[in-house]
């Protein structure tokens, strides 16, 4: 919608930044009580490692956010009458992108560790702006999510990112989840 009403880039990113804000601080309070909110492999990832979140269900919630992804992306090109399928050809590459996944995903992963141990109540809120100022702070605008970078190489839109990009943000994400935990685990006393 943003790509359609203008053509100021800036405006595009913050009317992109504003919609993804709000309906994550919406879909974690309504259905974290239902499923924990697992909308990204990465976090579900380290829940498992965790011990909160079996493997078997691990996989399975990771298999869900994928597809989820996909039939998200193709469900918006429907709506806006795009061609349902559209591999990106936005060059998304480099170490400053993959350093900038990282350290989106290692923050978003400290929100939610440390979040989840001071204020349960406020993760939602607490995550919606977390990714709301990682979409300005971050080179690569914050996906943070593997499940989100996937989704965004099938649609050549304002928000896509090329195929042969994902496997960088993918490891970057992955990476940066996995340091949170390290640094929650010692950080917050946890075992």
């Known amino acids: 919608m943003a790509e359609s009403l203008t053509d100021d880039i800036a405006l595009a990113l913050l009317a992109n930044t504003i919609a993804t804000a709000a309906a994550l601080a919406v879909l974690i309070s309504v259905l974290g009580p239902i ?5 990204n492999p990465a976090v ?17 919630y990771i298999a869900a956010q994928i597809a989820g992804g996909i039939i998200g992306t193709i469900t918006a090109h429907a709506m806006f009458d795009h061609p349902l399928l559209a591999l990106s050809d936005k ?3 480099g170490g400053a992108q ?6 989106a995903a290692f ?12 204020a349960r109540g406020s993760v ?52 940066g989840a996995l340091a949170a935990l390290a640094l929650c685990s010692w950080l917050l006393k946890e075992e």
Not at 45 to 59: E, F, G, K, P
Not at 107 to 118: P, W, Y
């Open 91 to 93: 060059v998304r590459a």
């Open 124 to 175: 939602a809120s607490l995550v919606g702006l977390y990714i709301a100022s990682a979409y300005w702070f971050t080179a690569s605008t914050s996906f943070a999510n593997p499940a989100v970078a996937i989704a965004r190489s099938i649609t050549n839109t304002f928000s896509g990112i090329r195929p042969i990009d994902l496997p960088g943000f993918i490891a970057a994400e992955l990476a």
């Open 107 to 118: 923050g978003l992963l400290m929100v939610i560790l440390a979040g989840l141990r001071s």
């Open 35 to 39: 499923s924990g909110a697992h909308f």
């Open 98 to 103: 993959w350093f900038s996944e990282g350290i």
């Open 44 to 60: 579900s990832l380290v829940m498992a490692l965790r011990r909160d979140l079996s493997w078997r269900d691990c996989a399975a």
